[in-house]
């Protein structure tokens, strides 16, 4: 059983920068979808960005060229570096990784950007 937890979210004005992070208890080595999603208030759970074995990464329309998302199997860690914020961005964000065993989902990290 693999735990994951994530952290770095917090308020931010908007045009500024968070990096998220999502550590997970085990090996993510093995692991072949890495994802983030996000949820905002009366809207439903959204993809974000993921990153799949081999390093290819998608986003959403909405945050390309803004997100970034990358892993680290040596700290057994997924990011989510997040520039050029905005308000619409405001969420819960939550990070999830599959590996061949099963399907993770950590707690979710709050990102609100206003001014």
């Known amino acids: 059983q693999v735990q994951l937890v994530e952290s770095g979210g917090g308020l931010v004005q908007p045009g500024g920068s968070l990096r998220l992070s999502c550590a997970a208890s085990?090996?993510?080595?093995?692991?072949?979808?890495l994802g983030w999603y996000r949820q905002a208030p009366g809207k439903q759970r959204e993809l974000v960005a993921y990153i799949r074995n081999g390093g290819r990464t998608n986003y959403a329309d909405s945050v390309k060229g803004r997100f970034t998302i990358s892993r680290d199997n040596a700290k057994n860690t997924v990011y989510l570096q997040m520039n050029s914020l905005k308000p619409e961005d405001t969420a819960i964000y939550y990070c999830?990784?599959?590996?061949?065993?099963?399907?993770?989902w950590g707690q979710g990290t709050q990102v609100t950007v206003s001014s």
């Open positions: 999830n990784i599959v590996d061949p065993t099963a399907g993770y």
């Open positions: 085990g090996s993510i080595f093995t692991a072949y979808f």
